[in-house]
């Protein structure tokens, strides 16, 4: 069996500015930003707690554009209508099938995307709109890179990207991009049409879902079934299921439906309101690293929540910290699980990410919560720390609670 090589790059924090307050720990596996502090705090929110990503600061739409700029030679996207209105026509039905997959979720704040053309050759670019390229070169095409996103985040209110996208909550993302490589001969996308004649391409809706995810502030899961694993499926596969008229969000796992209900709250949904939380403590406190001081839990650990009777993975996330005003975040091995459905049993289990996900997969979740004086010259002291290493050589136990 062929082992693939080929990965869906993580989205990339292009550039750090503006935010605002975050709760004391964190769910699922954000990409986060950590305000900033030496500015007054009508503007930084005086807290250097890490806020996540997100794209929206009230219950709306989202704007995309996507470009009909296509490479020719070779032809990246297959499609099974070959006219030059027919493959415009099948590859803008797949991005729109991609975002409602997302705002499909129900319990969320998001509503369906606004969805446009333009004919720019490189649209995508930091200018504060939401844009999808499927020929515009970049240097973050490496090889096996098959797709990537590239996101502005704000670690202040009041930054200005492009001539209208202003921030006004820390946090917020003035602008995404999604990129898919156009110049890899030997790379070609399908769409679920032309899938199934084109065994050797990748699929065009699996990958453009991922991104989506990157895109409204998504880093990666280690659960194998949610579209944010970090690795492609295999040529001339798909990822979960197909969407229909009464399912467009099919193609999500549960772990991604319950991420975006809690990066995406609405308070009026009276069923996915459920939380558990804990701390993961090493047995031998000994064992905990000496540098950067102040650890005091396991770091890293991937916490996972199993519906009891179902036993399917319901939610999950990227354990080891807390955080409370003013700050710093605190590397003291807390979890929280959120958007769990109410009235059910769950079984929670933790495991080191040292299988076929590993912490290089969670780099904008992990890297991004904690701002110094070494990494950002003139950082208030107090307010200053070090991310740990990832721990990937503990087993666990469980042990009853109160």
């Given at each position: 069996m062929k082992m693939i090589s080929k990965?869906?790059?993580?989205?990339t924090l292009a550039l750090l500015y503006g935010g605002w307050f975050a709760p004391v720990v964190q769910a699922y596996s954000f990409d986060m930003i950590v305000p900033d502090v030496r500015q007054p705090a009508a503007i930084s929110g005086g807290s250097a707690c890490p806020v996540r990503a997100h794209q929206l600061t009230a219950a709306g739409s989202i704007a995309v554009r996507w470009s009909t700029a296509l490479n020719s030679n070779p032809v990246t996207i297959v499609t099974q209508n070959q006219t030059a209105s027919g493959r415009l026509t099948e590859i803008e039905q797949v991005v729109a099938q991609a975002l409602a997959a997302w705002t499909g979720v129900t319990g969320t704040t998001l509503t369906p995307a606004t969805l446009t053309r333009t004919a720019t050759q490189n649209a995508c670019g930091p200018d504060g709109v939401n844009s999808i390229c499927f020929d515009q070169a970049d240097m973050?095409?490496?090889?096996?890179?098959l797709a990537f996103t590239r996101v502005i985040t704000t670690d202040r209110i009041g930054v200005q990207v492009g001539s209208s996208a202003v921030s006004t909550q820390l946090g917020q993302i003035l602008d995404a991009d999604i990129y898919f490589n156009p110049s890899d001969s030997n790379t070609a996308y399908a769409t679920p049409q032309a899938l199934a004649v084109n065994p050797k391409a990748y699929d065009l809706e699996s990958l453009l879902t991922h991104e989506l995810g990157h895109f409204l502030g998504f880093s990666h899961s280690a659960v194998w079934s949610a579209i944010m694993f970090p690795f492609a499926p295999a040529p001339g596969t798909f990822s979960g299921m197909r969407p229909t008229t009464l399912q467009p969000d099919a193609p999500l796992g549960d772990d991604d439906r319950t991420g975006l209900r809690v990066l995406y709250p609405n308070p009026a949904d009276a069923v996915h309101h459920g939380s558990i939380s804990g701390r993961i403590s090493p047995a031998n406190p000994l064992?905990?690293?000496?540098?950067?001081?102040?650890?005091t839990g396991i770091f890293g650990a991937h916490v996972v929540?199993?519906?009891?009777?179902?036993g399917a993975v319901v939610g999950a996330t990227l354990a080891g910290w807390s955080?409370?005003?003013p700050g710093p975040a605190q590397s003291d091995g807390s979890?929280?699980?959120?958007g769990l459905a109410v009235g059910r049993s769950y079984t929670i289990y933790a495991?080191?990410?040292?299988?076929?996900?590993?912490?290089?997969q969670f780099i904008n979740a992990v890297v991004s919560l904690c701002r110094n004086t070494v990494s950002d010259p003139g950082w208030p002291p107090l307010q200053g720390c070090v991310v740990p290493?990832?721990?990937t050589s503990f087993t666990t136990r469980t042990r009853t609670g109160p």
């Open positions: 990965r869906v790059c993580a989205s973050a095409f490496t090889p096996g890179v064992a905990l690293p000496a540098s950067p001081p102040g650890v929540a199993v519906d009891a009777a179902s955080c409370s005003a979890y929280e699980i959120d495991e080191a990410l040292n299988g076929a996900v590993d912490p290089s290493a990832v721990n």
